[in-house]
Nanobody, 123 residues
Framework: VQLQAFGGGLVQAGASLRLSCAASGFPFSTYGLGWFRRAPGKEREFVATIAWNGAGTSYADSVKGRFTISREDAKSAGYLQMNSLKPEDTAVYYC?????????????????WGQGTEVTVSS
């Protein structure tokens, strides 16, 4: 089982980035996908999630309207489009997968995690 997040980088405030998550070793199309982040000196927090069939999404209030989560089951891939980035979005971003239905906001619902990709937003 492997989840690999990539696409992070250093950008200026107001810029956009698209993070990707490549999955292998499990039936990705039957798993919900989530993105979490950990900012320096802070706890890991929920960012966004999408249901196994793409029918539902949920976002943290801090990113709602700026970030969009999506998935492409044919490629076993997930994405996080991040627009209007702010310095407070600076963090290591992790993708994670969970079995079952519904929308998972709690990290404990996820059993597969990627290694993280770093996003730095300068002011």
């Amino acid at each position: 089982v492997q989840l690999q997040a990539f696409g992070g980088g250093l950008v200026q405030a107001g810029a956009s980035l698209r993070l990707s998550c490549a999955a292998s070793g499990f039936p990705f199309s039957t798993y919900g996908l989530g993105w979490f982040r950990r900012a320096p000196g802070k706890e890991r927090e929920f960012v966004a999630t999408i249901a196994w069939n793409g029918a539902g999404t949920s976002y943290a209030d801090s990113v709602k309207g700026r970030f969009t989560i999506s998935r492409e089951d044919a490629k076993s891939a997930g994405y996080l489009q991040m627009n209007s980035l702010k310095p407070e979005d600076t963090a290591v971003y992790y993708c994670a997968a969970r079995p079952g239905y519904g929308l998972g906001i709690a990290a404990s619902a996820y059993n597969y995690w990627g290694q993280g990709t770093e996003v730095t937003v300068s002011s």
